[in-house]
Every structure is written in structure tokens, then in C-alpha cells.
T-cell receptor
């Protein structure tokens, strides 16, 4: 039990649609990152939010966007869904800085058809 | 930029045998290194981490890893594998300013034979 909760756990969308995934961070954590894990691959860093501002981004197009709220919960939004967006999306929360433990949620499985 | 290579895609060992999973990293400064395990359909569980100090790191479930700067490696070991260890294992390197920005390897799938 990591204290990081993601919703929904599974969902199916049609190509071209938009999706919002949600993450509730562990209490006291001010940093959240999102990762995409395609089948058979390692997680890929999408972006990171610290105190409601995007603070670091991986190699993902602008149709991947996010929000972090004052209570440090977070959303990942993906517009104009493509088939290749089908993946497990993982949320990770921590306190800002090095040496801190990072906690992952169980993930949201997105299937684009 | 930091990166991680896990040379072995799939490893099979017999229950009770020893295990070593390889990880090589690329990073210019002192790396922050992690090993995670993922069971099918599950999220990531942290096995152990290295930030500084003793290069032999002990983790959960009887795992350990050794940081070797000269070889840019952070290999995971376990002296005696249990059937429940069958899973996917990921090595990761974290950014120095904030470890929540991590780069993962492609993973090594471990199969345990009875």
C-alpha cells in the first residue's frame, strides 16, 4: 500500500477522443510525475509537476498535458488519442528533492481502439 | 541525459538458484539508482535504492545490489530465488535534483523453474 491512488483502473477509448486520468498523491507529497508504460516496455517519463507547475517533461507531444491541484492531486489529459497511446499510465508521488522515496500507484490501463 | 540499459530481456533460473540481473547506466555525475519489481498487471514496487555511501545496498525480499562506478553498473542479486520472485524487474536512474524524474530500463523478465 503506497498511499497513491489512481482512477480509473481500466478504460477503453476510441481514436481521436480525449481522456483524463486522475491521481491522488500520498499525504504531504508536493511532487507528482506521470509515466507511460507500453506493453513489454519500461516506464517512460511524461512530465512532472511541483507546486502546481510543470517542472520537467519527457519526449511526449503537447497533446499530453497535466494539472496539479493545491491539494497536490493531479490529472493527466491526453487529446486526440492514437492507437499507440494504449498503455499503462503510472503516477508517482514524492517530496521534492533527491534522496526521497518515490511511491507509485497501481496505474490506469488505457486501451485505444 | 541519463539512460539505463538492461542487457537481458528474459532470464530463467531454477528455484533455489542464485540470481543476478544486470543494469548499466549512463550519467555524468553521481547517479541515483533504483531497482523496481512489477508483477503482472500491477504497479511498481521499490526493491532498493542507492544514493551514496556503501556500494552494497540491501533491499526487501532478500535482494541486494552493488554499485560499481568503474563499470557503470548496478546489478541486482539474490542468493536463492523463490517461485514468488517471478516478475519483471526494472532498473532506473533518477535526476539529481529530484528523483521523481526517472529513466527506466526496458526490464528483465524473470521466470522461475520448479
Amino acid at each position: 500500500e503506497t498511499g497513491v491512488t489512481q482512477s480509473p483502473t481500466h478504460l477503453i477509448k476510441t481514436r481521436g477522443q480525449q481522456v483524463t486520468l486522475r491521481c491522488s498523491s500520498q499525504s504531504g507529497h508536493n511532487t507528482v510525475s506521470w509515466y507511460q508504460q507500453a506493453l513489454g516496455q519500461g516506464p517512460q517519463f511524461i512530465f512532472q509537476y511541483y507546486r502546481e507547475e510543470e517542472n520537467g517533461r519527457g519526449n511526449f507531444p503537447p497533446r499530453f498535458s497535466g494539472l496539479q491541484f493545491p491539494n497536490y492531486s493531479s490529472e493527466l489529459n491526453v487529446n486526440a488519442l492514437e492507437l499507440d497511446d494504449s498503455a499503462l499510465y503510472l503516477c508517482a508521488s514524492s517530496s521534492w528533492g533527491s534522496g526521497n522515496t518515490i511511491y507509485f500507484g497501481e496505474g490506469s490501463w488505457l486501451t485505444v481502439v | 541525459a541519463q539512460s539505463v540499459t538492461q542487457p537481458d530481456i528474459h532470464i530463467t533460473v531454477s528455484e533455489g538458484a542464485s540470481l543476478e540481473l544486470r543494469c548499466n547506466y549512463s550519467y555524468g555525475a553521481t547517479p541515483y539508482l533504483f531497482w523496481y519489481v512489477q508483477s503482472p498487471g500491477q504497479g511498481l514496487q521499490l526493491l532498493l535504492k542507492y544514493f551514496s555511501g556503501d556500494t552494497l545496498v540491501q533491499g526487501i525480499k532478500g535482494f541486494e545490489a552493488e554499485f560499481k562506478r568503474s563499470q557503470s553498473s548496478f546489478n541486482l542479486r539474490k542468493p536463492s530465488v523463490h517461485w514468488s520472485d517471478a516478475a519483471e524487474y526494472f532498473c532506473a536512474v533518477g535526476a539529481p535534483y529530484n528523483n521523481n524524474d526517472m529513466r527506466f530500463g526496458a526490464g528483465t523478465r524473470l521466470t522461475v523453474k520448479p
